[in-house]
């Protein structure tokens, strides 16, 4: 019976699977060496929320579990934020400043990503958002090409079951 209370929802557990897929995701080596995306700290921070925010598109307005394992995945996303500075070294006392700058920087990501990929199949203010996040410190070349792969990512998680999803299960589309 107390393994029953102290076992976590599914939607939690489901949420730290998306995460990780998000995450294995993200650190494809194609991104970095054939998208350019900096290998850096902020261009992690950014490649890693665009498909987080991929995710949490996929799951918007499908129901009341969808929007459960939504709430984990982003609760797991942040929590993730919090170990990586604290591993970076960052001291307590200033983990919560920065934790709200990225806070804030996300939220501002999940605006711009759902307004940009809502002028689809205008791709133009996608690639903007790429180019000013993504590519802030360094060549915005490959802008349109990073677009191309979030529009072919969204279309693939479009395309899966949401019940595949809500058993954690992500294909994702090639980098």
Do not use: C, N
Not at 4 to 32: D, I, N
Not at 82 to 106: H, N, P, Q, T, Y
């Amino acid at each position: 019976m107390l393994q029953r209370l102290f076992r976590p929802r599914p939607a939690k557990a489901v949420g730290e699977t998306l995460y990780r897929s998000a995450v294995q995701q993200a650190r494809t080596p194609a991104l970095y060496a054939g998208l350019g995306v900096p290998d850096t700290v902020e261009g992690r921070f950014e490649i890693y929320s665009l498909h987080v925010i991929l995710l949490m598109r996929r799951l918007l307005g499908q129901g009341e579990q969808a929007a459960e394992t939504s709430q984990a995945l982003l609760d797991t996303y942040l929590k993730g934020l919090d170990d990586a500075l604290r591993g970076m070294g960052v001291g307590d006392l200033s983990v919560g400043k920065k934790m709200r700058k990225l806070g804030e920087a996300f939220f501002g990501r999940v605006k711009t990503y759902h307004a940009a990929f809502e002028q689809l199949p205008d791709a133009g203010e996608l690639e903007a958002v790429i180019a000013r996040t993504v590519y802030a410190e360094g060549d915005a070349a490959q802008a349109p090409a990073l677009a191309r792969y979030a529009i072919a990512q969204q279309t693939a998680l479009a395309a899966a079951p949401l019940d595949d999803i809500l058993a954690g299960d992500v294909a994702w589309g090639a980098a």
